[in-house]
């Protein structure tokens, strides 16, 4: 098909964000293009010497109910839909009086930004556009005349495109932006829809979508022959999405994915009690720890498994500082993700110039209720995300001991940890760290072993006499089926356990720990993660 230019001489504009508006109207009115306006942007455009029509000018009507009707009239939709060349549509316009208008540049009510700002419902309602969408719709599907315009960053493309091609649009760059217009509008529905099936407690509306901002355009997926792109949802919490890049190299599609696994894991330690470093990689953690210094977390996480920290992900709870940042430096390194970081620190790791830092301006908190969404064959598997804390669960000792209070602690820390590790799962702590880690086994005895043999290595790798499991404690993400695996981890040198319990065979693993002499706690919730 021909690249078929279409004359821009007449533009409807009606726009929120009033970003950039001035210089582009002006910029088209100095190409003789008329221009039609609603309310808001009519006024701003006046205040600027701009001469535009009001929309009202050309439906015969009034803005009404407080600016819900407004452009949903024919001889707004007339003049977006009608086809050039066909003689019904050529008609009509003139029975009419239906004028064709070339250039729709419409950006929606903020209803994002509403929510996020956490407006009541009226509030949230009245910032739903109706009029907008319909519009963008009516312009997009008539691509084949129509120029449409939904994000004030095109502007400058715009412009660009009317100065190349003497004041026309090509078809396929009408295409192109049709394509945009309705995925905006898609996004926009997909966030309203959502927003109100929490509203009404709908957990399994019958239709569900999800939308996003695309970030960058990645250099390949997960492996080199796979495309893949980085989309932002609408949040206003910290994230890996709204991650700001300090320096380095642009992360690729397992940098994004192990980075939000240490971001999240991370999260998990209030920063206001201990500092805490967690180790990714290849979204497991290799090594955990929290102390009193960022530095000193960091030794005891890098300490657990030394060999799998190699070109690892290194995520923070408090701001980074030039001595932690001294020590990270010292091994290859892919991410380092902090809420923040001196300018001290961002020095040292300039001179690192493929390691890239990022910014959260925070820490995400891990009792938030959001959905989550992964992908399978024809279609979508959709979930509340797992926000349960272990310092809000119901723990309940069921052996003959007890565990002492440093156990305990380190029993939290444990099962903190295994939330995020790759199921079956084993954690070994001991003194607020990581001692040994079994992630992604089909057998939780093999976790349990793996975890042990990767805890010796790691002595070994510290000039350390004896296993650092001797004197640890053990997690378990889910119930121990048989006793076997408790007795793999008491073999090992546990000596204290936390698992959710539920087996059809608790008292049999209960009598395995008793006559073990270890302490067990029920914490009653499973961290299942595949």
């Not at 312009?139 to 994000?151: E, G, L, Q, R, W």
């Not at 397992?254 to 009690?273: H, I, K, M």
Request: hydrophobic content about 45%; overall charge negative.
């Amino acid at each position: 098909m021909a690249d078929k230019l279409r004359s821009v001489s007449r533009a409807l504009i009606s726009v929120s964000d009033k970003t950039g508006l001035v210089e582009f109207a002006r910029a088209l009115a100095g190409r003789g293009v008329e221009i039609v306006s609603t309310g808001g942007t009519r006024k701003a455009l006046a205040g600027a010497g701009i001469a535009a029509k009001d929309v009202s000018d050309i439906t015969g009507f009034p803005e009404m109910m407080d600016g819900r009707v407004k452009t949903l009239h024919p001889n707004v939709h007339g003049g977006l839909l009608a086809v050039r060349e066909d003689p019904e549509h050529e008609a009509a316009i003139l029975a009419h009086g239906i004028a064709p208008i070339d250039l729709l540049v419409v950006n929606l009510y903020p209803f994002e930004a509403t929510i996020e700002a956490g407006a009541d419902f009226a509030q949230c309602i009245e910032n739903i556009d109706i009029g907008g969408p319909a519009m963008i719709r009516a312009a997009a599907k008539n691509f084949d005349s129509v120029t449409v315009v939904v994000d004030v960053e095109d502007y400058a493309a715009v412009l660009s495109e009317l100065a190349e091609n003497g004041g026309a649009t090509r078809l396929s760059f009408r295409r192109r932006l049709a394509q945009k217009a309705y995925a905006r509008t898609a996004a926009y529905d997909s966030i309203i829809s959502n927003w109100l099936a929490a509203e009404i407690g709908a957990a399994a509306p019958a239709y569900r979508s999800f939308a996003g901002r695309r970030i960058e355009t990645l250099r390949y997926g997960e492996n080199p022959h796979q495309s893949a792109a980085f989309y932002a949802m609408p949040a206003s919490a910290p994230s890996i999405a709204a991650a700001r890049q300090l320096q380095g190299k642009q992360l690729s599609y397992n940098n994004v994915g192990d980075t939000d696994a240490a971001l999240e894991l991370v999260s998990e330690f209030d920063p206001a009690r201990q500092a805490a470093v967690a180790i990714i990689k290849h979204a497991n953690p290799c090594g955990v720890a929290q102390a009193k210094t960022l530095a000193e977390a960091y030794r005891l996480a890098l300490r657990c498994d030394p060999v799998s920290a190699y070109g690892g992900i290194i995520a923070l709870n408090r701001r980074l500082d030039a001595e932690t940042a001294g020590e990270i430096v010292k091994i290859f390194t892919e991410v380092i993700v902090a809420p923040e970081a001196d300018e001290e620190a961002i020095g040292i790791i300039a001179a690192k110039q493929n390691l890239r830092l990022l910014v959260t301006g925070g820490l995400p908190d891990p009792r938030r209720a959001e959905l989550t969404f992964r992908s399978v064959s024809g279609g979508f598997l959709v979930q509340s995300r797992d926000n349960a804390v272990v310092d809000q669960m119901d723990l309940r000792v069921v052996t003959e001991r007890a565990p002492s209070d440093a156990e305990l602690d380190d029993l939290k820390f444990a099962f903190r940890v295994a939330k995020y590790v790759k199921s079956n799962a084993i954690v070994y702590a001991k003194g607020g760290a990581t001692v040994g880690i079994g992630a992604g086994q089909m057998s939780r005895v093999d976790a349990s072993r793996i975890a042990a043999l990767k805890a010796e290595a790691a002595a070994r790798a510290a000039g350390l006499s004896a296993s650092l499991v001797k004197g640890s404690v053990v997690a378990s993400d889910a119930f121990f089926p048989f006793a076997d695996g408790l007795i793999a981890a008491a073999e090992a040198g546990a000596t204290a356990v936390i698992q959710p319990g539920g087996s059809l065979r608790d008292d049999e693993v209960i009598k395995a720990a008793d006559d073990a002499g270890l302490a067990m706690v029920f914490t009653g919730v499973r961290h299942f993660r595949h």
